[in-house]
């Protein structure tokens, strides 16, 4: 059973932090590059962040600098560490294999929103 479970979004103001936290089920998880992805009202989802199994990361050119991908492959779990946070982030947060597959499952997603 797949299974994405992502977590720890909110409301913070400009150049406040947060972390997200994915669980995947090891299907999804496992010797896969995995990413976060996300969603802002009226765009098309895109990909922000991807780390290898490995460790090897990579980021969007409007992440760079300020957000931080890591995984801890004992407990199926990928983070991204969010810092310096502007309002052009709020969005609707997932995590996914990388690539996803036009028909991949996805998760419920964590919504985050940067607003003073």
């Known amino acids: 059973q797949v299974q994405l479970v992502e977590s720890g979004g909110g409301l913070v103001q400009p150049g406040g932090s947060l972390r997200l936290s994915c669980a995947a089920s090891g299907s999804v998880y496992r010797f896969n590059t995995m990413g976060w992805y996300r969603q802002a009202p009226g765009k098309q989802r895109e990909l922000v962040a991807r780390?290898?199994?490995?460790?090897?990361?990579n980021y969007a050119d409007s992440v760079k600098g300020r957000f931080a991908i890591s995984r801890d492959n004992a407990k199926n779990t990928v983070f991204l560490q969010m810092n310096s946070l502007k309002p052009e982030d709020t969005a609707v947060y997932y995590c996914n294999r990388v690539p996803a597959g036009s028909n991949a499952y996805w998760g419920q997603g964590t919504q985050v929103t940067v607003s003073s």
């Open positions: 780390i290898t199994s490995g460790g090897s990361t």
